[in-house]
């Protein structure tokens, strides 16, 4: 079984064409600025979800994706339930549906190496470059994540590189800078899409009697947004603000 959070269709925002998202239930990181909290709990207020189910909705929905549409498991962390997932993935495929995982990359084992070997695009989102301003941001190190990349540079997996852009947390050009050494010559990197932080999600930590640890936290200026993009596109041919 699958725990499944909540689902999105014809979504535009993850991944190309148009989608049908599934917000899976469970995530190791602690993100500041996390816009689903209530998907961080591994069990929450999610549901237990068969292949079928989902396989059905897929199905129902594959005359709007076109050529470029199609399914992209987000969350939470869908690598945390890879096991479960793993024979889903299949059966897409076997339909010829295209498959994108939105994942931190931090997970490792042998079912989320067959689980992004199945998927025909990863959404990676690095927290920051620097460890240690990484750490402050989600609680979690980064290292995992970058050997996750260069693991799909090296099995040639497609990847779009996300990257959230905080005032005061993620916002410095020396650690963009440094994540474009390291990754810049990556040939898998497809785009790198900006991400600008924002606070839709904090009537969430209002509603689940939570404290939002970002208050006063201001939203990124158009400024900084361009400024990011120009830093960005130093390295990366191919760089978005969405």
Not at 1 to 12: D, K, L, N, P, Q
Not at 17 to 43: E, H, M, S, W
Not at 133 to 152: D, G, I
């Amino acid at each position: 079984m699958i725990r499944v959070h909540s689902y999105e269709s014809m979504g535009t925002f993850d991944g190309p064409g148009l989608r049908l998202v599934v917000f899976l239930q469970g995530c190791n990181f602690r993100c500041l600025y996390c816009a689903n909290p209530d998907t961080i709990d591994l069990k929450g207020e999610s549901k237990e979800t068969t292949e079928d189910e989902i396989l059905r909705m897929a199905m129902s929905q594959r005359a709007f994706f076109g050529k470029r549409g199609g399914v992209t498991f987000s969350g939470g962390e869908p690598t945390l339930q890879a096991q479960a997932l793993v024979p889903l993935f299949k059966r897409l495929k076997e339909q010829g549906i295209h498959i994108c995982v939105d994942s931190n990359g931090s997970i490792w084992n042998t079912h989320v190496e067959e689980l992004l070997g199945l998927a025909d695009l990863v959404l990676l989102d690095i927290k920051e470059y620097n460890d240690e301003r990484h750490k402050q941001l989600t609680e979690r190190s980064n290292e995992q994540t970058l050997r996750t990349a260069a693991w799909m540079e090296k099995n040639e997996k497609p990847f779009w590189l996300r990257y959230v852009l905080v005032p005061g947390y993620s916002a410095f050009e020396e650690d963009i800078r440094r994540l474009g050494q390291c990754l810049g010559g990556y040939r898998m990197i497809q785009r790198v899409e900006i991400l600008p932080y924002h606070t839709l999600g904090v009537h969430k930590y209002q509603a689940m009697g939570k404290p939002y640890l970002l208050e006063g936290v201001r939203e990124n200026t158009p400024q900084e947004l361009d400024a990011a993009k120009a830093l960005f596109s130093e390295y990366f041919p191919v760089v978005y603000v969405n």
